[in-house]
């Protein structure tokens, strides 16, 4: 069991007070180059006493930590905001900082760069944090390798962790980062679960900036559809599938040294990234709070190393089978499904929905943001108006505005449609208008959807809102030296992925397609099957007491003699000798 590291190797106020030159030597030192620190005997004895306290205050804060596991926000926030650059800039370039309220009992693990986990991992940089955990690049001293470490809040830091509990029946399936090994961290905020993960480059989200053809975007679908099969033919919902949990795979980065990496992402302690963590009243963060936060690194400046076309599924901390379904969804609600805006439970249809958000946005740039209104807004903007029961629900969390105060704003809406009318002339036909008048919407009046029909008839020759969204001059590249270019689909891929994405849309879950039904579509059939399936016994068997691995290569080989004509049948291959080594490793306990 790891221990709460107490002294951090990293001088950050002196890396502060001057410049500093890196060293190349290896990956254990810090980089830091030697200079004479003078400093006189009453210093160097004030600064034990200082050290002394801190650890007295780490102790206590641990024992305070091991007999309160629930968070308890705080009535008012403790902590200044993050200042500097544009964070909005920071966090669209994918440079995001936990919230520093969490640094409490039951809430995140303070870590500091050069920190060392288990005894063997030292803390480099950051590589992503959410709600329930950080995520860290670290030097791997016995492996001599690059891994990404990944530390769970203490209130969700249990043996019942769906990441801990899937691992087993996840096993050896290429499209899902797993863990590799995990031990424990007992810190001021209490017991931590750690995950050692593969490094993996940026998210989907970002692929648009990155991709040098549609091709490249047409396979990261296609390998997110096949992943979200494979999970689900398990029994598996993932739970909060959207893009930015969907990674890059990378070439090894295990060549590199750590300054070479600060050379390529900035270092953590470069203005972009570094962030003094002051209370507001004065009072040192320490122990619950670090005494600096870093923000996340942009991952797509590892572009040499990024591979483009190959993906694989992140996060399932709240992951179930199908027979432990949750109470309530952790899904953002750009990504949930209509269910799961209005207090429905997660499904796999739910999955399916997210599913089709994903593709919508890899495929367009375009999300369902803006909290459930924005939501609901696109919904019914490309999908038409919610059915009945969902309209009775929104209308609970979310009351129409009073009468009285909404006149201003309509009267200026008229007089923009009036204007809109008189510029577009009115001898053309009210598109669809009959058919609007007979549904009601919750936001778009018929008036409204009539100018958004009109204008993307006039731009792109379709009055389908959907239809116009796909067939909208999109781009791809520009990031770094990437030359940014336009592109357009075809009629026919339009009308195909459409149809697709109207399926998977269905506000009745029991109407959308399933993960086979997506596989099937003829959109997918267009894309040309360059690669065979990544062969997901080729990793060596976590079990060393259970010799099976002639036999799991032999039904590999046999697996990859099936035509390439039908992928499929080869999925379901791999998925029946999967099931099938999981039973024998239950039989065998």
């Given at each position: 069991?790891?221990?709460?590291?107490?002294?951090?190797?990293?001088?950050?106020?002196l890396?502060?007070a001057?410049?500093?030159?890196?060293?190349?030597?290896?990956h254990s030192?810090?980089?830091?180059?030697?200079?004479?620190m003078?400093?006189?005997?009453?210093?160097?004895?004030?600064?034990?006493?200082?050290?002394?306290?801190?650890q007295?205050?780490?102790v206590?804060?641990?024992?305070?930590?091991?007999?309160?596991?629930?968070?308890?926000?705080?009535d008012?926030p403790?902590?200044?905001?993050?200042?500097g650059?544009?964070?909005?800039?920071?966090?669209?370039?994918?440079?995001?900082?936990?919230?520093?309220?969490?640094?409490l009992?039951?809430?995140?693990?303070?870590?500091?760069?050069?920190?060392?986990?288990?005894?063997?991992?030292?803390?480099?940089?950051?590589?992503?944090?959410?709600?329930?955990?950080?995520v860290?690049?670290?030097?791997?001293?016995?492996?001599?390798?690059?891994?990404?470490?990944?530390?769970?809040?203490a209130?969700?830091?249990?043996?019942?962790?769906?990441?801990?509990k899937?691992?087993?029946?996840?096993?050896?399936?290429?499209?899902?980062?797993l863990?590799?090994?995990?031990?424990?961290i007992?810190?001021?905020?209490?017991?931590?679960?750690?995950?050692?993960?593969?490094?993996?480059?940026?998210?989907?989200?970002?692929?648009?900036?990155?991709?040098?053809?549609?091709?490249?975007?047409?396979?990261?679908?296609?390998?997110?559809?096949?992943a979200?099969?494979c999970?689900?033919?398990?029994?598996?919902?993932?739970?909060?599938?959207?893009?930015?949990?969907?990674?890059?795979?990378i070439?090894?980065?295990?060549?590199?040294?750590?300054?070479?990496?600060?050379?390529?992402?900035?270092?953590?302690?470069?203005?972009e990234?570094?962030?003094?963590?002051?209370t507001?009243?004065g009072?040192?963060?320490?122990?619950?709070?670090p005494?600096?936060?870093?923000?996340?690194?942009?991952?797509?400046?590892?572009?040499?190393?990024?591979?483009?076309?190959?993906?694989?599924?992140?996060?399932?901390?709240?992951?179930?089978?199908?027979?432990?379904?949750?109470?309530?969804?952790?899904?953002?609600?750009?990504?949930?499904?209509?269910?799961?805006?209005?207090?429905?439970?997660?499904?796999?249809?739910?999955?399916?929905?997210?599913?089709?958000?994903?593709?919508?946005q890899?495929?367009?740039g375009?999300?369902?943001?803006?909290?459930?209104?924005?939501?609901?807004r696109?919904?019914?903007?490309?999908?038409?108006?919610?059915?009945?029961?969902?309209?009775?629900?929104y209308?609970?969390?979310?009351?129409p505005?009073?009468?009285?105060?909404?006149?201003?704003?309509?009267?200026?809406?008229?007089?923009?449609?009036?204007?809109?009318?008189?510029?577009?002339?009115?001898?053309?036909?009210?598109i669809?208008?009959k058919?609007?008048?007979?549904?009601?919407?919750?936001?778009?009046?018929?008036?409204?959807?009539?100018?958004?029909?009109?204008g993307?008839?006039?731009?792109?020759?379709?009055?389908?809102?959907?239809?116009?969204?796909?067939?909208?001059?999109?781009?791809?590249?520009?990031?770094?030296?990437?030359?940014?270019?336009?592109y357009?689909?075809?009629?026919?891929?339009?009308?195909?992925?459409s149809?697709?994405?109207?399926?998977?849309?269905?506000?009745?879950p029991?109407?959308?397609?399933?993960?086979?039904?997506?596989?099937?579509?003829?959109?997918?059939?267009?894309?040309?099957?360059?690669?065979?399936?990544?062969?997901?016994?080729?990793?060596?068997?976590?079990?060393?007491?259970i010799e099976?691995?002639?036999?799991?290569?032999?039904?590999?080989?046999?697996?990859?003699?099936?035509?390439?004509?039908?992928?499929?049948?080869?999925?379901?291959?791999?998925?029946?000798?999967?099931?099938?080594?999981e039973?024998?490793?239950?039989l065998?306990?």
């Open positions: 069991m790891a221990s709460f590291p107490i002294v951090h190797s990293h001088p950050v106020e890396f502060q001057r410049n500093m030159e890196l060293s190349r030597n290896s030192g810090m980089g830091i180059s030697q200079w004479d003078k400093t006189s005997a009453s210093d160097t004895n004030a600064k034990s006493e200082e050290k002394h306290e801190r007295e205050q780490i206590r804060a641990q024992d305070e930590a091991k007999t309160t596991c629930k968070m308890q926000l705080p008012k403790r902590y200044c905001a993050p200042c650059l544009e964070v909005s800039a920071l966090d669209e370039r994918g440079m995001h900082m936990e919230e520093l309220e969490l640094y009992p039951g809430g995140f693990h303070p870590v500091h760069i050069g920190d060392v986990l288990d005894g063997r991992y030292e803390v480099a940089h950051k590589l992503g944090c959410g709600g329930f955990a950080t860290w690049l670290c030097w791997d001293s016995a492996s001599r390798s690059w891994k990404a470490v990944k530390i769970i809040i209130e969700k830091s249990t043996e019942q962790c769906p990441e801990l899937l691992s087993k029946t996840l096993d050896r399936l290429d499209f899902a980062a863990q590799e090994r995990h031990f424990w007992d810190g001021p905020n209490g017991r931590h679960l750690a995950l050692v993960l593969p490094v993996l480059g940026p998210s989907i989200a970002k692929t648009r900036d990155m991709v040098s053809s549609t091709a490249a975007l047409d396979k990261i679908c296609r390998q997110l559809v096949e979200v099969y999970l689900h033919h398990k029994a598996i919902c993932h739970g909060d599938l959207r893009p930015s949990n969907v990674l890059h795979r070439h090894s980065i295990d060549s590199l040294s750590k300054e070479q990496l600060w050379e390529l992402l900035g270092s953590p302690f470069s203005f990234y570094y962030h003094e963590v002051e507001r009243d009072d040192d963060a320490r122990p619950h709070a005494k600096y936060a870093v923000r996340s690194v942009d991952l797509r400046r590892l572009k040499d190393w990024i591979i483009e076309d190959e993906v694989a599924i992140i996060d399932f901390g709240v992951a179930f089978k199908i027979h432990d379904t949750p109470i309530k969804s952790a899904i953002p609600e750009a990504y949930a499904a209509p269910e799961l805006l209005f207090e429905g439970n997660p499904t796999l249809s739910s999955d399916i929905w997210s599913l089709a958000c994903s593709i919508l890899v495929q367009t375009t999300h369902f943001d803006g909290g459930v209104d924005g939501a609901v696109y919904m019914e903007l490309l999908l038409g108006p919610l059915p009945e029961n969902y309209r009775q629900a209308a609970k969390i979310s009351p505005c009073d009468a009285h105060d909404s006149d201003e704003e309509e009267d200026e809406e008229d007089e923009d449609y009036n204007r809109e009318l008189e510029y577009y002339g009115q001898s053309w036909p009210m669809n208008l058919d609007d008048a007979k549904e009601e919407y919750l936001i778009w009046t018929p008036q409204d959807l009539q100018m958004k029909r009109k993307a008839l006039d731009s792109c020759g379709y009055a389908d809102l959907l239809n116009a969204e796909l067939a909208g001059e999109g781009h791809i590249g520009g990031f770094g030296y990437s030359k940014k270019t336009s357009t689909m075809s009629r026919c891929d339009v009308l195909q992925l149809d697709l994405l109207r399926k998977m849309f269905k506000y009745n029991e109407e959308r397609l399933d993960a086979a039904g997506v596989m099937d579509h003829p959109w997918f059939s267009r894309i040309q099957d360059t690669a065979t399936t990544p062969d997901p016994y080729s990793k060596p068997d976590p079990s060393p007491e099976m691995e002639d036999y799991t290569k032999e039904l590999a080989e046999l697996i990859q003699m099936v035509p390439k004509g039908t992928r499929k049948q080869r999925m379901d291959l791999e998925l029946a000798v999967s099931d099938a080594r039973a024998l490793l239950n065998i306990g």
